[in-house]
């Protein structure tokens, strides 16, 4: 995991065996490597033991961290704000010091260093251009798994107003990228063990609900990119019967602290913390899958995504229909937690599949332009027996989660359009169960020979969130259906089809057939029944996989 904040001061003697001085780097030979301001010690040594370091403090049990650290100090302290401009360049030269040194090393890139406003509402910037570009490996065709912390709610008078604010507060810059996972943050943090805090504060959040220091983009325009992706831990805030807010020890993190013979720990909490979080959990991904790219650990890490009930309490609105609720849902708190088992793993009642394609979304038409060129299609293979012998009206969940990295438009040209800014876009459609193959292929090229590139595949299953309420904004789009077994037993193909994009509409800059990859995941899951039924065995015999261990 490469952190890219203020330095580590890799001295202490949980960090020292993750973090050797070959692994310490600068943006600057006169910053030096040492961290001064502390941040960067925080992150590195949440990075590196999660939210469980108090637990492993208790314990005589041997941990095992399958990565290493490396720091990369992009600015001398967290409130360094001289030449703001050159932040994009920075961060382009902080990746490549790391790679240059590091080489054939996968890495999850995390970084908690962002604007102190959200001034840019979503509308890219130099900073997030510059993320999108070195993402989608655009300069040098290498892809990269990125983590950019949302930015907070730092004013404490605003907290108490919480949530209000948080809903007016929006991602900060460089946090519209439209690759980087964007990390806001939830909490769980709701009790206050000091006593003597506890008898005057009390916490503003309760468990499972936005943490007061994240930020949204729920006032955003419609045609810029859902932010955050996702939610992690952040902490919580405290607040007194005169309504002072406090950050509070009992309600954030456990950590490092950059000063070890001061004190050994301290406490990180906000997006910072969260982005570490997510770091993290990627990192472990990607040991367990080596061989997936970027954009597949991205999506595995939205896919199994959830929000919790507090959170959908949280924010609904009776005044709103089911899907604008979700839309809301989506802008506040990206599509959740993830869920680190699911992410790693099928079970018996749950099965995931996993497609890393490449794709040319255009080719020429003529001299003045091009046309949209392929279409994917998958036969997924369902367990058709084992689902029709379930009862009828047994309920099944489909989710499709699609990622892909967009290049962002030369120069700052069409920046306020979408489709000038990124280079193509992909959608996906599901054929529906009443529907043969020939009409569902009819359907989606009907789609893809839309010039218009408002016709999303036409009237298809019934999405839960659906084209028009949100599902294909940015480069990540994720979706779900609810169909009964029958139903899902014959809804059994899916097609993934370009959408327009700079290479297509700028064709005089020839880029209108360039290639471009994509991660598609589905999950088939049967929730919680007493039926006992193994969806996972019939596959996994078709394909020749290994099969899975059940306890007893």
Not at 44 to 50: D, I, K, L, N, S
Not at 389 to 413: K, M
Request: charge should be negative; hydrophobic fraction near 35%; glycine fraction near 8%.
């Amino acid at each position: 995991v490469c952190v890219i904040d203020t330095g580590v001061n890799n001295a202490h003697p949980l960090l020292a065996p993750l973090i050797p001085d070959t692994n310490c780097f600068t943006n600057n030979v006169n910053w030096g490597v040492a961290d001064r301001d502390g941040h960067g010690t925080n992150m590195c040594g949440t990075v590196a033991f999660g939210e469980d370091l108090g637990h492993h403090l208790q314990t005589d049990t041997a941990l095992e961290i399958p990565y290493q650290i490396e720091s990369v100090k992009i600015i001398p302290e967290t409130a360094y704000t001289a030449e703001q401009e050159l932040n994009g360049v920075r961060t382009i030269q902080s990746v490549a010091r790391v790679e240059l040194e590091n080489t054939g090393l996968s890495r999850a890139i995390c970084m908690a260093i962002t604007s102190t406003d959200g001034r840019d509402r979503g509308r890219p910037s130099s900073w997030s251009g510059a993320l999108d570009s070195l993402i989608s490996g655009a300069d040098d065709d290498e892809k990269r798994l990125f983590f950019v912390s949302a930015g907070n709610t730092n004013d404490s008078s605003e907290w108490s107003g919480y949530p209000d604010t948080n809903l007016t507060n929006t991602v900060h810059d460089p946090g519209q990228s439209w690759n980087a996972i964007t990390v806001g943050a939830v909490t769980f943090h709701d009790h206050i063990e000091n006593q003597e805090v506890a008898a005057s504060f009390s916490p503003i959040a309760s468990a499972g609900e936005l943490s007061p220091y994240s930020t949204t983009s729920l006032t955003w325009e419609k045609r810029w990119p859902n932010k955050p992706d996702i939610v992690m831990e952040g902490g919580n805030v405290g607040i007194d019967s005169t309504g002072f807010t406090s950050t509070l020890e009992d309600l954030s993190i456990l950590s490092t602290h950059s000063i070890p013979n001061q004190s050994m720990f301290t406490c990180n909490f906000a997006t910072s913390a969260a982005t570490a979080l997510a770091a993290r959990q990627a990192a472990m991904l990607i040991d367990q899958y080596p061989e997936a790219w970027p954009e597949t650990i991205r999506g595995l890490i939205v896919h199994s995504a959830r929000w919790t009930d507090q959170l959908k309490q949280q924010f609904y609105e009776t005044s709103l229909s089911e899907k604008r609720n979700l839309e809301q849902l989506i802008r506040i708190c990206g599509y959740g937690i993830p869920d680190f088992p699911k992410a790693l793993s099928s079970a018996r009642n749950s099965l995931t599949l996993i497609a890393q394609k490449t794709i040319q979304p255009f080719e020429e038409r003529d001299s003045s332009g091009y046309k949209a060129k392929d279409m994917h299609f998958f036969e997924l293979p369902w367990p058709k027996e084992a689902l029709l012998d379930l009862p009828g009206e047994t309920p099944v969940r489909i989710d499709v989660t699609l990622s892909y990295f967009i290049e962002p438009g030369p120069g700052e040209i069409g920046w306020r359009d979408k489709y000038r800014y990124r280079s193509h876009g992909l959608d996906f459609n599901l054929k529906k169960p009443t529907e043969d193959i020939d009409e569902f292929l009819t359907r989606i090229n009907k789609a893809v020979r839309d010039d218009s590139d408002v016709d999303y595949g036409g009237s298809g299953v019934a999405w839960e969130i659906g084209a028009q309420m949100g599902r294909t904004r940015g480069s990540l789009h994720r979706d779900w259906v609810h169909l009964n077994a029958a139903e899902a037993a014959e809804s059994n193909v899916i097609g993934v089809f370009p959408r327009t994009g700079w290479w297509k509409e700028r064709h005089h800059l020839g880029k209108g057939e360039s290639q471009a990859r994509y991660s598609l995941i589905v999950t088939l899951d049967l929730p919680e029944v007493d039926i006992d039924v193994d969806i996972y065995s019939p596959v996994a015999i078709e394909l020749g996989l290994p099969p899975i261990e059940v306890g007893v």
